[in-house]
């Protein structure tokens, strides 16, 4: 392996660090995917519920109060983690519990974060510098622990179940849940994206870990479109989504054909209509199936980097790929269309020169 990747002498220590393709795809980003290119993704994580967060926030927790003890010399705190963990057990492990049992055991879970926050905060009290002590990732968790406290603590104490921006995973708190209404899937946790596909090829016009309306995407794309090729499309397949008002004014100021249902009550459509929408319909197709082949064949259905930056990196890898495998098949029929172009032509000139075409006429 050594010699394939052109070390000029055999050495037993590691070759590079483990996490050095993490820091390429943090490196990469998806600006370099967007340039070699010149979509809602799942992230790949449990099901988050108000217990299991706050149950991985309070071992992580454990874990930062150990690390902080035996860095400093001081004594361990009591965390009573045991208990913690069976009263977590108690509720996770039942098939079915009422509003009461999963209140109750928020609660206790809430007292146990609440109380290893105030430990944390006790030991590193008099340490001036805290990355003596702990790494940049811990202090990140330790950070996102707290911001993910505040936010259970105010939804159990309101009784409610909404809040801004909530963090769904310590681990990923870039993942936002988003409401998408489908059967076996009513929410989906991960990226939404906006792409357009043109001439066969895809590319990704924006990409957004909150939950916001779609339909600004479509100026998005259009202005995209317009700096790839200096000029704007002459016509936009688009979603119903995407048919609003506004959109429709300003395609109508820009020239541009906005294929869709009309707006206003529905009414009797000519022959035409019908034709057009079907055919924009049709066309449309081709979108749909760029997600469902980024799914199937290239794993975009479960990103499985945590990172924010990472993650980003493997949706524009993967629309890189999807464009490299349509690009793979255009030159693939157009090197079939080439020889049996050749082939016929030589056959051609082969009974030309033998007196044979005659017969052919």
Not at 88 to 97: I, M, P, R
Request: overall charge positive.
């Amino acid at each position: 392996m050594q010699y394939f990747l052109g070390l000029p002498t055999f050495k037993k220590e590691k070759v590079f660090a483990p996490s050095l393709f993490v820091e390429i795809r943090k490196r990469l980003g998806t600006s370099y995917w967007q340039d070699i290119n010149t979509v809602i993704i799942e992230q790949d994580i449990t099901y988050p519920t108000d217990l299991k967060i706050l149950n991985a926030s309070r071992q992580k927790l454990e874990e930062i109060i150990a690390t902080v003890c035996v860095t400093t010399n001081q004594e361990m705190p009591r965390t009573y983690k045991r208990v913690a963990r069976r009263d977590f057990l108690n509720v996770s492990k039942k098939k079915k519990c009422s509003y009461k049992q999963i209140r109750k055991g928020n609660g206790k879970q809430l007292n146990y974060v609440c109380r290893d926050l105030k430990h944390i905060e006790t030991l590193l009290k008099d340490q001036p510098d805290l990355t003596d002590i702990l790494d940049k990732h811990q202090l990140k968790y330790l950070q996102v622990i707290n911001t993910v406290y505040a936010q259970q603590h105010y939804m159990h104490k309101n009784k409610i179940h909404k809040v801004e921006d909530r963090i769904v995973s310590i681990h990923q708190p870039h993942v936002r849940p988003i409401v998408r209404g489908k059967a076996g899937k009513p929410v989906e946790f991960g990226s939404k994206i906006g792409i357009t596909v043109h001439n066969g090829l895809t590319y990704l016009d924006n990409l957004d870990w909150n939950n916001y309306n779609e339909a600004e995407d479509l100026k998005v794309s259009a202005e995209n479109y317009k700096t790839r090729n200096g000029y704007y499309p002459k016509k936009i397949n688009a979603d119903q989504k995407y048919m609003t008002r506004a959109n429709r004014d300003w395609c109508k100021e820009n020239n541009i054909f906005l294929s869709g249902k009309p707006l206003g009550r529905p009414s009797e459509k000519t022959k035409e209509q019908t034709k057009e929408l079907k055919q924009s319909a049709a066309e449309r197709n081709c979108v749909e199936g760029k997600f469902g082949q980024a799914k199937r064949f290239y794993f975009n259905d479960a990103i499985r980097a945590r990172l924010r930056l990472t993650s980003e990196s493997m949706i524009g890898a993967v629309i890189v790929v999807l464009n490299l495998v349509r690009l793979a098949q255009q030159h693939a029929f157009a090197f079939f269309n080439f020889w049996i172009n050749k082939i016929s032509s030589t056959v051609f000139r082969f009974f030309y020169k033998n007196g044979w075409v005659g017969l052919f006429e």
